[in-house]
């Protein structure tokens, strides 16, 4: 059974430039969320993607958007990137939305702007 | 605000000896609470969780983790240490409260744990 997977593994980009990240998410699962890890930080909270909707949002700008297809992938989205956006990205899979349920996380994608 | 802080950058610890990874929340309500573990170049492997119940948890690869409530804490322990150990630890927090749906999680910092032979 695949965990949670993504691609690509490594990503650079030049500022201004547009990148799309994507995950599939463990069999089973239908929510996937999103996470931007920043070197030598926690992972913050981007947004969460159910029944092929945003669901919940944390604290980022509109430049990063998502998708989630009908079997449950999912892309993120980032437009006009900032030297700040230099990070891992982080894909995680749940089943359903319970608040009980630990998420399962990818191995990310180490996106760098220069 | 839901917070989480963890305390030490890093712990050190030699190998056989027990550890103990700190970790304390600040939530409205009633906490959900989780510790995962990174290592290097790879994604966030989840440990284990305090939903309700039992304050001692007891989670993967012979860790555990005990809730108190009154000290706003969730500490990770082991009670024997091994070089494999060494990583990066998260402990993590969603407020059951937060409605209806799954709500993110509050991530803290993370502690760099390092077991020596």
């Known amino acids: 059974d695949a965990g949670v997977t993504q691609s690509p593994t490594h990503l650079i980009k030049t500022r201004g430039q547009q990148v799309t990240l994507r995950c599939s998410p463990k069999?089973?699962?239908?929510?996937v969320s999103w996470y931007q890890q920043a070197l030598g930080q926690g992972p913050q909270f981007i947004f969460q993607?159910?029944?092929?909707?945003?669901?919940q949002r944390g604290n980022f700008p509109d430049r990063f958007s998502g998708h989630q297809f009908p079997n449950y992938s999912s892309e993120l989205n980032v437009n006009a990137l900032l030297l700040g956006d230099s990070a891992l990205y982080l894909c995680?899979?749940?089943?359903?939305?319970?608040?009980?349920?630990?998420?399962?996380f990818g191995p990310g994608t180490r996106l760098t702007v220069l | 605000a839901q917070s989480v802080a963890q305390p030490e950058d890093q712990v050190n610890v030699a190998e056989g000896n027990p550890l103990t990874v700190k970790c304390t929340y600040s939530?409205?309500?009633?906490?959900?609470l989780f510790w995962y573990v990174q290592y290097p170049n790879r994604g966030l492997q989840f440990l284990l969780k305090?939903?309700?119940?039992?304050?001692l948890v007891k989670g993967s690869y012979g860790f555990e983790a005990e809730f108190n409530k009154s000290q706003t804490s969730f500490h990770l322990k082991k009670p024997s240490a091994l070089v494999s150990d060494s990583a990066l630890y998260f402990c993590?927090?969603?407020?059951?409260?937060?409605?209806?749906?799954?709500?993110?999680?509050?991530f803290g910092k993370g502690t760099k744990l390092s077991v020596k032979p």
């Open positions: 995680a899979s749940s089943p359903g939305t319970s608040v009980r349920n630990e998420q399962f």
């Open positions: 069999s089973g699962h239908d929510t």
């Open positions: 993607y159910y029944e092929e909707e945003e669901r």
């Open positions: 939530v409205s309500g009633n906490p959900y």
């Open positions: 305090y939903i309700t119940g039992d304050n």
């Open positions: 993590a927090v969603r407020d059951r409260n937060y409605g209806g749906s799954q709500g993110n999680l509050i």
